[in-house]
């Protein structure tokens, strides 16, 4: 990677996760057009200063299979209204790399069960409050969309 904290835990993905977890702490607490550093820097206003981003958007690909993961999950106020999604903040990634990622999701989509991440409305990604827990050792791949702000 070329920039930011450098973690050795023998994973990428979990590696890259920590990363933007770290980023998002420090902002939300106050080489390519698009890439997953690219979007770490694009979040920490090291091209932008004061651009109101919060959260890079990520897409895992599990391991074996590289399908896109996608995640399910319910408000506490209505568990029959489940949804799901393709798209992740990453809320925190621990030394195990056990990670809490939150669904994000446009409030407008009407899908709540899309069929793959292309069909999955994002503009724009909101936080959901809806978080799922994931070992990153199950996953091969991670994609990075530009940083947006999604409180």
Do not use: W
């Amino acid at each position: 990677m070329g920039c930011g904290k450098h973690y050795e835990t023998g994973n990428c993905v979990c590696d890259i996760l920590k990363e933007i977890a770290n980023a998002q702490h420090d902002v939300v607490e106050n080489c390519c057009s698009t890439s997953c550093e690219q979007s770490i820097s694009d979040l920490l206003g090291d091209t932008d200063q004061g651009n109101g981003l919060d959260t890079v958007p990520v897409i895992l690909y599990c391991e074996g299979n590289c399908e896109p993961f996608k995640g399910f999950g319910a408000n506490p106020g209505d568990i029959g209204d489940m949804m799901a999604s393709f798209y992740f903040r990453v809320k925190r990634v621990d030394d195990d790399c056990c990670a809490v990622l939150e669904l994000l999701r446009d409030p407008d989509d009407t899908s709540r069960n899309p069929d793959n991440p292309v069909d999955q409305d994002t503009s724009p990604l909101r936080a959901t409050g809806i978080c799922i827990t994931v070992d990153l050792n199950c996953f091969c791949h991670v994609t990075c969309l530009p940083a947006v702000n999604a409180f």
